[in-house]
């Protein structure tokens, strides 16, 4: 695993991945750590893809398709959910950003030689039409930012942090999720300000209202920016993945009937 989890935040991780009722294919954490902004009490996302044993997906008695599960003990807070193969290349193959950005975190908890597969094979996915996800996403969290008294860094971030990594995306083809380096690229001051603040904690989330203005002016730039790059995009329209995702699927089922 990379990042700057200590050895207890790493072992009580693969200690939840060990408690799993079902094989698991990967197991990465997203959310706040993997976008470069985790608050001192920010908790940690857990996210994989797990194999139902056959005699839950062919019998009467249907398997669970999604494992949730959430823990407090002390300071330290986990939030687990992973989906089972079938839904989750399914997912894969419907212009949605979270599971490939899940799918592609650099902060691997647990991983097969099947996961290694299934990256490769993810790369088959991606489609121009995943900007779709990132503005809606950024307008979601842009009301929320607006709505709020006071208004938070937190929902701000999210903003800045999903249309550049729609814009990356869009041009790149590679999904990079994490605001800190895209913004080693983008170099705006102002969302280096709030990273700080929001790694510092809670005494420093509150916008001031002059503020407002000028980041609504950003938002709507960077909202222009990824249009624009949606429209140059050389990304495939469709995705062209499904037999090998199929392929795989069928071979993990079969794996699990031995």
Aim: hydrophobic share 35%.
């Amino acid at each position: 695993m990379t990042g700057n989890m200590t050895m207890d935040v790493e072992g009580r991780l693969r200690d939840e991945v060990a408690r799993h009722p079902y094989p698991l294919i990967f197991a990465t954490i997203s959310g706040a750590h993997l976008y470069g902004f985790p608050s001192p009490d920010s908790d940690y996302d857990l996210r994989g893809c797990h194999v139902l044993p056959v005699s839950e997906v062919v019998g009467l008695d249907e398997g669970r398709e999604t494992v949730e599960s959430s823990m407090i003990d002390g300071g330290f807070e986990l939030d687990l959910v992973t989906h089972d193969a079938r839904k989750f290349f399914g997912l894969l193959l419907k212009k949605n950003g979270y599971v490939l950005e899940q799918l592609y975190s650099p902060l691997i908890v647990h991983t097969t030689p099947e996961y290694e597969e299934l990256k490769a094979i993810g790369r088959g996915c991606i489609t121009r039409h995943h900007s779709h996800h990132y503005f809606g996403f950024a307008e979601t969290q842009w009301r929320l930012f607006e709505k709020e008294s006071p208004r938070r860094v937190k929902p701000l971030l999210y903003v800045y942090r999903v249309l550049l990594t729609g814009i990356h995306l869009m041009r790149t083809g590679e999904v990079a999720a994490n605001l800190v380096r895209q913004n080693d690229e983008a170099r705006l001051g102002h969302v280096d300000d709030l990273i700080a603040r929001k790694l510092a904690g809670p005494e420093r989330s509150a916008i001031d209202d002059e503020d407002v203005s000028f980041h609504r002016g950003e938002y709507e730039r960077f909202r222009a920016v990824l249009e624009a790059a949606h429209q140059a995009s050389t990304l495939p329209e469709g995705p062209s993945a499904r037999p090998a995702l199929n392929d795989l699927l069928v071979r993990l089922r079969m794996q699990s009937a031995r």
